[in-house]
C-alpha cells in the first residue's frame, strides 16, 4: 500500500456538530482527492488539491471544506455535520503526469446521528 | 459534462463460468478509462487502464469509441475475483480528476 493513512478510521458524530477527517501522505505526491462513497452512486469527488494551498472544488463540495498547509497532509472539514454526510470518506493521492494513477487510502466511516 | 455508468449493481456467476462487467461512458473529447477494484476489508485500487492494453488477473478490457463503452471481461471467474469493482474515467480536460461510475458488486459462487 503507498504510504497513505486516514484518521479518524471511524467516527459517529452529532448533526450540527464540525467534524475534521486528516489524510495523510508519506509518498510526497502532489495530488491529493476527498471522495465519498455511497452505495448506488460510487465514489465521487468532493474537493482536491494540485498543491500546498491550491485546492478546487469536486462535484459535491456542498457543506465540505477543505485545507492544505503542507504536502503530506489534506485535511476534510464538515462545518455542521448532517445526516446525509453519513459516508465512507476515501483519500486518494496521484503524482500527475501522462501515466498518472490514483492510490486510495483504507477509508474512514462517518455516521451523523 | 463527462459520465460513467455501471448498468449492473449486482452480478453474481459461478466459478469457471466467464464473466463481464459492463461500462458505459459519456464524453465528447478522448477519454482515459480505468478498471478500479476494492477487494473485502481492502484498499481501493487499480486493476487496469485501456492505454496499457494488459491483462491484470486474467483481466481485459477493451475501450470501444464507437459504442462508448469499456467492458471488463474474464473467460474463467475464480472466487478471489469476488470484489466490487468501479470504472473510470479521466477526461482531457480533467487534469488529475477522475470520474467514477457507481460500481458493481461481483460475487463468484463456488
Known amino acids: 500500500d503507498a504510504g497513505i493513512t486516514q484518521s479518524p478510521r471511524h467516527k459517529v458524530t452529532e448533526t450540527g456538530t464540525p467534524v475534521t477527517l486528516r489524510c495523510h501522505q508519506t509518498e510526497n505526491h502532489r495530488y491529493m482527492y476527498w471522495y465519498r462513497q455511497d452505495p448506488g452512486h460510487g465514489l465521487r469527488l468532493i474537493h482536491y488539491?494540485?498543491?500546498?494551498?491550491?485546492?478546487d472544488k469536486g462535484e459535491v463540495s456542498d457543506g465540505y471544506s477543505v485545507s492544505r498547509s503542507k504536502t503530506e497532509d489534506f485535511l476534510l472539514t464538515l462545518e455542521s455535520a448532517t445526516s446525509s454526510q453519513t459516508s465512507v470518506y476515501f483519500c486518494a493521492i496521484s503524482e500527475g503526469g501522462r501515466t498518472d494513477t490514483q492510490y486510495f487510502g483504507p477509508g474512514t466511516r462517518l455516521t451523523v446521528l | 459534462a463527462q459520465r460513467v455508468t455501471q448498468p449492473e449493481k449486482l452480478l453474481s456467476v459461478f466459478k469457471g463460468a466467464p464473466v463481464e462487467l459492463k461500462c458505459n461512458y459519456s464524453y465528447s473529447g478522448s477519454p482515459e478509462l480505468f478498471w478500479y477494484v476494492q477487494y473485502s476489508r481492502q484498499r481501493l485500487q487499480l486493476l487496469l487502464r485501456h492505454i496499457s492494453r494488459e491483462s491484470i488477473k486474467g483481466f481485459t478490457a477493451d475501450l470501444n469509441k464507437g459504442e462508448t463503452s469499456f467492458h471488463l471481461k474474464k473467460p474463467f471467474a475464480q472466487e478471489e475475483d469476488s470484489a466490487m469493482y468501479y470504472c473510470a474515467l479521466r477526461a482531457e480536460t480533467s487534469g488529475s480528476r477522475l470520474t467514477f461510475g457507481e460500481g458493481t458488486q461481483l460475487t463468484v459462487n463456488p
Open positions: 488539491s494540485y498543491g500546498v494551498k491550491d485546492t
